[in-house]
């Protein structure tokens, strides 16, 4: 089981990311423009300071993904959102419809 800490940082992470997705996507567009005059080039220097006056947890690729129930950060099977922990006790369980064990 994770820390609560742990667990509560990563939604911190998860709202921040989304908060400033837009301003993002707009600050990088202008990064990656590809016209080369004066004013792209002013603009680009400003874009590229913007970028980096955000707050760094606001970048999407600092989330991790997490186990929804124990907060594991490791073995996270994305199809489920839990850990592979987590997964084979709820499915030999029979917690989760259609999956059972594999025999051969």
């Known amino acids: 089981m ?3 800490s742990m667990k509560a ?3 911190k992470r998860i709202k921040m990311a989304a908060r400033y997705a837009e301003k993002r996507a707009e600050l990088t567009k202008i990064l990656k ?6 004013e792209v ?3 680009k220097w400003d874009a590229m300071i913007a970028l980096q006056k955000l707050p760094a947890n606001s970048a999407k690729v600092r989330v991790h993904n997490r186990c929804g129930l124990t907060g594991r ?5 994305r199809n489920f959102g839990i850990s592979r922990v987590t997964f084979r006790e709820m499915a030999l369980a029979g917690k989760i419809p259609g999956v059972k ?4």
């Open 2 to 4: 994770a820390k609560e």
């Open 33 to 38: 423009s590809t016209d080369q005059s004066d």
């Open 9 to 11: 940082r990563e939604r």
């Open 73 to 77: 950060p490791r073995g996270y099977m």
């Open 101 to 104: 064990k594999a025999s051969w």
């Open 41 to 43: 080039v002013d603009a």
